[in-house]
């Protein structure tokens, strides 16, 4: 078995990929992957309420998520881009379109992480879903210049703030409890949303339990376990049923 | 990772786990796990027109049906056990429940293998998943008298004969190549529904296509792959994305 | 193309072909072909309230639910049969199945209507109609002993009383119009439901204008049409997509 | 019964109209009917790529692909209408909006096919698909101007590539069989994605057993049947129940 | 429990309110509540076939829209806004989400009614509440300029007009026989699509039927009650289930 | 509006109305309102592991969980009966059924609880709520002889322990924050899963941060909320939209 390539994380804002695949990212980076996060946007508008509040500016905003995000993705081990598209709404251009085709070329990831298609919360991340499943179909095809293309790397959506009004059904649970701290201290670099971070423990947690719960006896996971859900787009392919 | 455990396949008729499953259980056996078949009924008079109108009598097809599907588990490295429950239709019964229970506690499996919940084509096929989930919950419960109690094994239904009306949706693409030889002798030893080795043999190398689709870059399948594709009961864990 | 058989119509309760079918059954009377209804209770517990308020006994009220089904029957120009299998709840027995599989078997029919899969405001409906398609693959396979085997009629459900709650999606509006009279002669005998006719009046008219909407330039339907709602189990099989 | 008028087919990219529709599109040239083929690119960018390895550029791998169209459509007797309005992302704009209400209103169409819903992998084929349907309602609105509106024709979507996948579920089997060598010959013409004549043809045989599956007793299909699937986008309207 | 504040209805066009939503509309007014109604298009184009077949212009249509919808609006107790955004279709556009937010954050709705996501016969309704359901949600971010952010009001979908092809289950029916004269009154002010008014009034009558039937003891509905049906968009908070 | 009447609760098991309905059973109790649980079960052999574990016997386990239960009940202010109809698994039979509408006809509720029609890792739970919701039906029958027929009280299903894979989409959230510590109370007292506390604590919060989210300006819910998340049966029937 070959080794595993980059893991590549399109999200609508920088706080996604913290407590939704925090956990993922840092398994990658510890295995000495690359791991490329693509924020769309700031999450300028719709998820920086407090630094509005605060009597901020739009560039300002813009600054302050950019260190977080940047901050966050080094705690986990990746490295965050930002390609600044604005959001409320974000929306699919031309432009964007090319740049994230030829960031596919580029990374060649082996995974691929995004957001799942429905959210009646939040108007930007099914967009960001359906951008990132849509320009890997791109980057795979022979007739859109520029780069290589890709072959087709397995996609997955990571979890919902709140899964049940999603339609999101968990069809895998990751164990990350060898980067649980790693998650943590993340999560605690987000001080625009820092509420969220005993929630996402807590969500962390009841995962683990779960993975414990249906995994079969062969897999050893530990006392504690701490996992994160993700739903596929794709059949898995495998060599063996577990 | 410790060793993997037992494969338990749990099926309406002897047909089903050939056709369905043969390449599962053709895996486990190469890699010395043991593969256990149980046979609800002997499809004696759901799955056996020929027979019938060969003008044999109960017991002589049923006798033919446990020939066959003997024959055909041994050629796939596996043992069929029957439990003669009676087909067309198939019932839930106490008894029946309490074998199977013993079944799970006896063997301890890693993975289980049954049929999906719709087929409007057929009565056993669904009545059979159904009671392979319930009684794999009942042997997990302390409450239940006889043998130890059993782990959280996975539970995979495999494919019905028509999938697209049985609103079957592929999640698991199992690469069989290593082990087609050994389904492909077994399909054939199924005499009373030789029509069928073109259908599955025609199936297998198109899932083996679409495994090789869905696959990343790093799976290096074989030019000829062929797949059996599985849909799964309950959340995978893992402790990697791929 | 050969003739028509017959049609078959399986119900929980006497009532229930008149209102949801009695148009297909009038057009098939019309047309020279045997309809017969199996109606496998007198709907003698949960369809007559006005009966036992009327403070009839049990064979009172089934003697009169026969009665009208009989007299709804012909006015249809079919035959009804009753099963007596009970209702509320309506279950199914060894005894029930087998003079189904031997019903199907003596009319084979070229057509089945049965109830829909889903209805929470009634527990018979949903398990005659499970009975009256478990039944029918019965009679196809020649393991099941008495009579010769049928092929495979398609089977409609006819529309349950609430619709939009039950699940149920039309995909089939039969122009009833030429037989309107009929159909509406069959819903005056009804006396125990007799606030239904205008109920179901109404939805005559609404399924044919809808009919009107979705036909094609070429169908030529009536200024004012009466239609009835179907939904298939099984995909149609035509020589021409219209 | 009036004559059926002409059969419109709107297809993101040449080569659809042949797998999936060929049969429909030689039944309705068979009968005299006129038969419209809408392609709405070229599928210059993500279906060619064989022509881009083989070192074409993009006018001249529209000219190969424009050239295939137009013969496979001869083949099968219909007529091919190329919009060149770009694939890989296609787009609804308003001057493809206008053209495809006024092709509309020329042919008036008494069947269109279509894309279904659905397709993970190809990003044309839903867009396609919408468009098709969106600009049938545009063209029966008396507010749009431009020609005459039409009445309302059914539109059935053909099975895509993996209907498993795709949510399609198959609810008419169209026999085939009295055109297939017409579509076997269309198919030998897709030069560049020749690979899939296979693969079409064992889906032409699949669904014809199926065809005969799932027909009474009175409809005759031959000893060796094929037939396309096809998913109904609106009720059907019928004077017969079969 | 405070004084419930404005409702706000958005529509696609000018009818939609009255058939789909007058009586919540009249029941608002009542009560003294402020009901604004926005109607994103006149549906020029869509729905006034009859005044185009009568030779008007675009301007006189809509002329005609507006003033039928003005004098509805005012039968119910509501005041209309036309937005004249186009129809056939209705488009988003950063005006139109601007206007729209704005609307939003002036009224200050305690409740907000739209269309429900899909409709097979309209192009328009599902894009009308996509953008209602969006621009509420954009209405509440900080970081969205203009005006103060509101809370998160309701959502309900009002009925499509075949609500059994546009996977629509009511899980909310509204009394709403208190003004059901103000409904029909309205009704019958809509000139251009007259014959709704027979369908609509039966529409209630049934929808009112159902509201008995699923009541426990204790609403005390009147022995002729009018319904109306919404499905909800997000879950109901309550104090006590009822 | 009347005094609100009885509340209804059918469990499988006695922890299940602690758990999962708790909250809803106190504000019962609180507004002098009778509360009555039926525990079908006493959860014997399925939700007694660490008791067998103990080495009790059948008999000493049923009576622990009857104490359990019935102090757990009297702790939320209702009473607690238990029909002993055996669990894992529990069976619909003729006598339950009897003793239910027998219930039904003599609590006269205008509520009822019950568990969510699915639910992959519990086979009881379903089981109990099909019976709670085919019985009420029967209990409003005429034709079913003993005691008065009910009307038709609403019926609310409560949160699976994994609402996730349960296809449960919460519908309602019933705020019970006055009641909280109550439920407190009820859940220490389940001391054969006292594992659950801080699970249902979590819950209890997540639900009620939700409540907030999701609640207009006009509700006023206090800063710490707890909740309890519900999903109907039928539609909702109100005088107001809220």
Redesign the interface.
């Known amino acids: 078995?070959?080794?595993?390539?980059p893991?590549l994380v399109i999200t609508a804002h920088p706080g996604d990929f913290v407590w939704r695949a925090g956990g993922?990212i840092a398994?990658a980076a510890r295995d000495g992957r690359r791991a490329v996060i693509a924020c769309l946007s700031f999450g300028?508008?719709?998820e920086?309420?407090s630094l509005?509040?605060g009597g901020l500016g739009l560039d300002e905003?813009k600054a302050v998520r950019r260190e977080e995000g940047e901050k966050a993705a080094a705690a986990l081990g990746g490295e965050a881009l930002f390609f600044d598209a604005g959001?409320?709404?974000l929306v699919e251009t031309p432009e964007l379109?090319e740049a994230l085709v030829a960031l596919y070329r580029e990374v060649?990831p082996?995974?691929v992480?995004t957001h799942a298609p429905a959210d009646?919360?939040?108007?930007d991340h099914p967009v960001a879903g359906e951008i990132a499943?849509?320009t890997r179909?791109?980057a795979q095809?022979?007739?859109?210049p520029g780069g290589e293309v890709?072959?087709?790397?397995?996609v997955?959506c990571f979890e919902p703030h709140?899964?049940?009004?999603c339609?999101?059904?968990?069809?895998?649970?990751?164990?990350i409890t060898p980067v649980w701290e790693r998650k943590l201290a993340a999560m605690q670099i987000m001080g625009a949303q820092g509420h969220l971070v005993e929630?996402y423990s807590?969500l962390g947690r009841?995962r683990g339990v779960?993975?414990k719960?249906?995994?079969?006896?062969?897999?050893?996971?530990p006392a504690e376990t701490f996992?994160e859900?993700?739903q596929?787009?794709?059949?898995?392919?495998?060599?063996?049923?577990?």
Chains 1, 2, 3, 4, 5, 6 share one sequence.
């Open positions: 078995m070959p080794t595993k390539g893991l993922a398994l300028e508008r719709g920086s309420a509005w509040r905003v959001d409320y709404p379109t060649r082996s995974v992480l009646p919360y939040n108007i499943r849509r179909i791109l095809a022979a007739g859109i890709i072959g087709a790397p397995p997955f709140q899964p049940e009004v339609d999101f059904t968990p069809d895998v649970l990751l164990d929630y807590d009841r779960q993975a719960r249906n995994s079969g006896p062969n897999l050893g996971l996992a859900a993700y596929r787009v794709y059949p898995q392919v495998t060599t063996e049923l577990a």
